[in-house]
């Protein structure tokens, strides 16, 4: 240590500097520069091959407005963002009220719903793009089957219902998590209210309408704020599933982008100027969000600004509170319908519809076992078959031979436990200060690391190669692992400052009365009472590396090392003339497994460590 | 300008100048420690070949690391941008355009880091295009030869010839419909990978042009009738439904192989992901020129990949010496059988007519060195993007065709 000890005033304000470093450190580190990089693009011109060709003013800006599709494609956004966001809200209420009750369906509709979280997006969405093919689809046949429709609809094809198509993708993805926080919201409401409220008389209908949804009120604007980020930088889906198509049917400005960058217009500063806007819309997404998911007041002054965003803030929630209740007023008479339907929901035929649901989230992986198991020729049998001609188990053999499977596996098991680590060593800290040091810019600190999740990936990605470049660190481990952590922080900062801030600051107290350091607290007190936080943050940590992509590409793909990491490496079996569907399901289905089972272990304490202390 | 101009300026204004123009590397000075190749992957074959070559080159150059990148096709458009806007150039490129990066002074010719044996060995019709000013700077790495295949049973059952005119295409169509099973009677590849092949065999078939005469001509009205011709063909069900958004891995195919499409655009030869599903099928396929209108001479459309060597300090040597492993016969000719395509020198083409397994006629031969282009022109990478995400539209019912050639030509003068 040093010397001289600082006093007063500076020694209380330096107080979390150790604490939140690292975090800003790597936050800025990773993040910032190829975001300053992107924007520097965005103002120079860059040439078809990728050289840059001088300062280009705002000509990228013009020309990205004077696209013909640029309407179109804002319009699509907008809808995307719209109708994915407010569809996955109501069946993922619907969802958590189905299994915030008891019984065996409910287990079962838990575990369906782990499945599709824990697995690569690029995997489900390789999937779901198999299962709406027209005439080999496994949709198509069931529908067939089931009478219900008399044809083969080209599903993803047809520009008149391939955006629709993606769309459903999008809702099916983003259920899953969704309606994990709002069954988190749920738990916490208090018994002893629902219990009042019987005993008053009221009917499950207006139990559910008045005490319950008001409760987790928050909660609901979290999950959909946190949707809204999600969908709208939402790349993976789209991309899989419609990206070979002809035209724009399906884009929204994430996918547009990659195709000024890489495919249609080859221009990589005309993208950037669009990652750009693309920033700075969602910035304005997270003023609103600060002022919303922040679970405390503000310590720090209200300034004119801050304040007239919490006015904005007040007058849309008031609306949409309104709304809520005018709605609410309209389906009165219905109640005489639903609330039988609800009382029965509570009881066998919860578990059955529960049940239901169960199955619908776990088919897509039913159908990717069945495939892996086929024979090229019957993958794109017409119509689909059910269950395979003949069992290729020898797939499962011969994919370790097609590819150096199982070195993929050690590699990426090797950076998904090293980042997990790191991310838990510099977030529990930063949290903790977050959470009991009263600084100064607190709030800021938040909203920087929060700032991380709005960025695009694409539109980082060649400033990242460049800093790799400049740091020499292109296939080296501690590089990939540095930038997972980075990228993964925010969510583990947040979560874990939500769980801490739910320990009484009374015990910290007198903890310090009894001689611990903040430190000693940190690790004796806090630390054994946030279990379920901690476990919650290391499972996702763990899943967002091992499903990460994009970045492992670009500054970690050195086969002659052999470090490649399994997302990656599974992508061979995409060539220019095949795709071999059952290798890739089989690696796929190899690698949801250890994810799965991950998941299922810490499910009970999931939900709690989810959205503890976020909804006092 | 020269580089004592570069160092003078500061950091950032150095970006941006030494951009504008090249600055030439000394690449004769020592020897580089470290090669990388970047190629595309063909298939699951291509990174064992690659890495055969290798080990061998480093039997001699033991100190020398090869790094070796396969990628896909959709990431290595992205990757290659991101190395050379980094100048982080590949020793070694395999993708289809070469002219931009010649034209930014970035790449050797081919007589400095090849053989001349090599380069004479080269089949004329496709080292003639990897010219450009005269100089051969996209060496020709290997090539499909693009035909129409069917279903020799479903047109007997149809009761059918194999047509060679648009009208007999029509009619034929007439015909396969009645078959029982939903049958394609072409099925038509126009999504945006691979749909520049079925665009530009259209195109030729239908007597157009897309550059003649020092012109762009996209747009011209014998390639609006025949882009027409498609939708209307589309329209009438006698393709598969929405052909702007089927590709040929993952839609035509695979509807050929299960029997459900009389006629289909596909390269000639052994190609694994078109051949193996269609041998398993036991189906009976003849391949052949495709239907042409406006007495257009029937043709097949050649599609070269080529490989680009990247001027670096004292890595000449080293790409010689892996790229004459390359080249050499016998190790070319197992490429070429790998992926199903075929090798473009005499030497080793004569090695695949020779080998059983292949089954390749002087007919096949003779057929490759009649086949014709796209343009080798500097305009055709934007057309080609262009072309590659929008000719689908063109056969969208109702869409209007000239509209959508029109944007393709305009990036093609834009360049």
């Given amino acids: 240590m040093t010397t001289r000890r600082p006093t007063g005033r500076l020694r209380d304000a330096l107080a979390p500097v150790p604490w939140i470093a690292p975090t800003i450190i790597l936050v800025l580190g990773v993040i910032a520069f190829p975001a300053g990089y992107a924007v520097y693009l965005s103002f120079v011109g860059v040439n078809r091959i990728g050289q840059i060709t001088g300062f280009a003013g705002f000509d990228n800006y013009v020309r990205l407005f004077r696209e013909p599709m640029f309407g179109h494609i804002i319009l699509n956004t907008g809808t995307w963002l719209v109708v994915v966001v407010a569809v996955t809200m109501v069946c993922s209420i619907a969802i958590a009220a189905l299994l915030s009750g008891r019984g065996w369906g409910r287990r079962v509709l838990r575990f369906a719903l782990i499945v599709p979280w824990a697995a690569a997006l690029v995997m ?371 979560i874990l400052f939500a769980n801490i801030s739910a320990v009484p600051v009374e015990l910290d107290e007198a903890a310090r009365l009894d001689g611990l350091g903040r430190f000693g607290v940190l690790i004796r007190v806090v630390l054994p009472l946030i279990g379920g936080g901690l476990v919650t943050v290391a499972i996702f940590s763990f899943i967002g590396v091992w499903n990460e992509f994009m970045l492992a590409l670009t500054v970690f793909n050195d086969p002659a090392q052999n470090r490649v990491v399994l997302t990656v490496g599974i992508q061979k079996f995409v060539g220019v003339f095949e795709t071999n569907y059952q290798y890739l399901f089989a690696a796929s289905l190899m690698a949801i497994i250890p994810a799965v089972i991950l998941f299922a272990l810490i499910e009970r304490r999931l939900v709690g460590g989810l959205t503890a202390g976020s909804l006092k | 300008m020269k580089r004592t101009t570069a160092a003078l300026a500061g950091i950032g204004a150095a970006t941006l100048v030494l951009a504008g123009c090249t600055a030439e590397p000394d690449t004769s000075a020592g020897t580089a420690e470290e090669i990388s190749i970047v190629v595309a992957q063909y298939s699951t074959g291509t990174e064992g070949y690659w890495k055969e070559i290798i080990a061998d080159f480093n039997k001699q150059y033991p100190d020398v690391k090869v790094d070796l990148q396969v990628l896909d096709w959709g990431n290595l458009n992205p990757t290659v941008n991101t190395l050379i806007q980094t100048k982080q150039y590949p020793d070694i490129l395999n993708i289809t355009n070469y002219q931009d990066y010649a034209s930014a002074g970035l790449l050797y010719r081919a007589d400095e880091v090849l053989s001349k044996d090599v380069i004479d060995d080269l089949l004329p019709a496709f080292k003639a295009n990897g010219e450009m000013d005269g100089e051969l700077y996209g060496i020709p790495f290997i090539a499909s030869a693009n035909v129409m295949y069917y279903n020799v049973d479903l047109l007997e059952q149809a009761g059918v010839e194999v047509p060679t005119t ?232 109702g869409a209007d065709v000239k509209q959508v050639l029109t944007a393709i030509q305009d990036a093609a003068v834009a360049g």
């Fill in chain 1, 124 to 494: 489900t969405s390789l999937v779901w793009r198999f299962i709406l093919e027209g005439r080999s689809g496994m949709l198509n046949r069931v529908l067939n089957d089931l009478g219900l429709i008399d044809g083969y609809p080209d599903w993803f094809r047809d520009p008149t219902t391939a955006f629709g198509a993606v769309m459903v993708v999008g809702i099916i993805t983003s259920i899953p998590f969704t309606s994990f926080v709002l069954l988190g919201g749920l738990m916490t409401v208090p018994n002893e209210l629902v219990e009042a409220a019987r005993v008053d008389g009221a009917s499950s209908w207006a139990i559910w309408w008045r005490v319950k949804l008001p409760a987790i009120r928050s909660t609901i604007f979290v999950a959909m704020v946190l949707n809204l980020l999600h969908v709208f930088n939402a790349f993976t889906v789209i991309w899989v599933i419609t990206g070979a198509g002809a035209g724009n049917f399906a884009d929204t400005t994430i996918t547009w982008m990659y195709k000024i960058a890489f495919v249609t217009q080859l221009d990589t500063s005309e993208a950037a100027a669009l990652g750009v806007l693309n920033v700075i819309f969602l910035v304005a997404l997270i003023l609103v969000y600060l002022r919303v998911a922040q679970p405390t007041e503000s310590d720090a002054p209200s300034t004119p600004v801050a304040s007239r965003i919490r006015d904005v803030v007040g007058v849309v929630d008031d609306l949409l509170v309104r709304a809520g209740l005018r709605i609410g007023r309209t389906l009165r008479p219905l109640r005489q319908f639903i609330a039988p339907l609800a009382r029965r929901a509570a009881g066998p035929a919860g578990n059955v519809v529960a049940l239901f649901l169960g199955a619908f989230f776990l088919a897509p992986y039913l159908v990717m076992f069945l495939a892996s198991l086929k024979t090229t020729n019957e993958l794109w049998s017409m119509p689909a078959t059910y269950l395979p001609g003949e069992w290729r188990w020898s797939n499962y053999v011969d994919v370790f031979t097609k590819i150096p499977l199982a070195d993929y596996f050690r590699v990426s098991l090797t950076v998904a436990l090293a980042s997990t680590a790191l991310i838990l060593l510099v977030a529990i800290p930063a949290a903790y200060a977050a959470s009991r040091l009263r600084f100064r810019g607190r709030t800021a600190f938040l909203g920087l690391i929060l700032v991380t999740q709005m960025f695009p990936g694409i539109a980082l990605i060649i400033g990242l190669y460049q800093e790799a470049l400049l740091l020499d660190a292109i296939g080296e481990y501690w590089f990939i692992i540095v930038i997972d952590t980075s990228f993964n922080l925010a969510f583990a900062v947040w």
């Fill in chain 2, 166 to 397: 648009f009208d007999e295409l029509l009619a034929a169509c007439d015909a396969v419909k009645k078959l029982p099973g939903d049958v394609a009677t072409y099925a038509l590849s126009l999504g945006a990978t691979g749909g520049t092949g079925t665009a530009a065999a259209w195109v030729f078939a239908g007597g157009g042009e897309l550059y003649e005469d020092g012109q762009w001509t996209i747009d011209s009205d014998t390639n609006v009738d025949t882009f027409q011709y498609l939708q209307d063909l589309a329209a009438a069900g006698c393709t598969q439904p929405n052909p702007g958004q089927t590709n040929t891995g993952d839609g035509t195919w695979p509807l050929f192989a299960q029997g459900k499409a009389a006629m289909v655009y596909a390269p000639l030869g052994n190609v694994p992901g078109f051949m193996d599903p269609v041998r398993d099928a036991g189906l009976k396929v003849e391949a052949t020129t495709h239907p042409t209108n406006n007495g257009a001479k029937p043709s097949i459309l050649g599609i070269q990949d080529n490989l680009m060597a990247f001027k670096k300090p004292g890595n000449q040597k080293l790409v010689q010496e892996l790229l004459g492993r390359f080249y050499a016969a016998d190790q070319y000719a197992a490429i070429a059988k790998t992926e199903g395509l075929f090798p473009l020198t005499q030497s080793a083409l004569a090695v695949s007519l020779a080998d059983p397994d292949l089954g390749l006629t002087q007919d096949d031969v003779d057929l490759l060195n009649s086949a014709r282009f796209y343009p080798n022109q500097p305009g055709w990478a934007a057309a080609n993007a262009r072309l590659k995400s929008d000719i689908g539209l063109a056969v969208v019912p």
